[in-house]
T-cell receptor
């Protein structure tokens, strides 16, 4: 069975603080893909990043960075110097090989960045 | 491309009525997905299609739900009869890659059954 766990339901920070959103996944497949999506208050789902199981390199994109560790089955997301516009619900998701892009989502972490 | 287009954006209907949600995927995307988002269950896959053929409908909650994809540019999700517990946001998404492709989501349809 495949599962994604985002243990942090809600996080509240003050602007300019760094914040890390945790994601732990379970799968028996050796080939799989991990994703992060952002859902702002307007409701749409916005793709942030994709990682395949063979690429454990960390990635940085502006203020965003992702840490993928197969040894702990984790794919954590860090926002540096958070801004009010980062307030949203963030979803981690898993897609296994040969699943045609079917996504298993975590429950989401609601991030609130206060000025 | 305009992205994945869903209609209507909002739907309010009375219990027992038929509801039809519509989706136009991105041109060239061979995979289409219907997800449902609720507070209790989060985001869950209902059904997905590949080249207009339903591949996995194990997430469809019961026989009241049905989905079709008559051609590559149009899909519907129908609920008949609707019940208050069907109230949710329904998302359509499409992707062109079989393995681990980025799924592009529509704006969603917020369904309220009263």
């Amino acid at each position: 069975a495949q599962k994604v766990t985002q243990a942090q339901t809600e996080i509240s920070v003050v602007e300019k603080e760094d914040v890390t959103l945790d994601c732990v996944y379970e799968t028996r497949d050796t080939t799989y893909y991990l994703f992060w999506y952002k859902q702002p208050p307007s409701g749409e789902l916005v793709f942030l990043i994709r990682r395949n199981s063979f690429d454990e390199q960390n990635e940085i994109s502006g203020r965003y960075s992702w840490n993928f560790q197969k040894s702990t089955s984790s794919f954590n997301f860090t926002i540096t110097a958070s801004q009010v516009v980062d307030s949203a619900v963030y979803f981690c998701a898993l897609s296994a090989y040969n699943q045609g892009g079917k996504l298993i989502f975590g429950q989401g972490t609601e991030l609130s960045v206060k000025p | 491309d305009a992205g994945v287009i869903q209609s209507p954006r909002h739907e309010v209907t009375e219990m027992g009525q038929e509801v039809t949600l519509r989706c136009k995927p991105i041109s060239g995307h061979d995979y289409l997905f219907w997800y449902r988002q609720t507070m209790m269950r989060g985001l869950e896959l209902l059904i997905y299609f590949n080249n207009n053929v339903p591949i996995d409908d194990s997430g469809m909650p019961e026989d009241r739900f049905s989905a079709k994809m008559p051609n590559a540019s149009f899909s519907t999700l129908k609920i008949q009869p609707s019940e208050p517990r069907d109230s949710a946001v329904y998302f359509c998404a499409s992707t062109k890659e079989r393995q681990g492709g980025e799924a592009f989501f529509g704006q969603g349809t917020r369904l309220t059954v009263v």
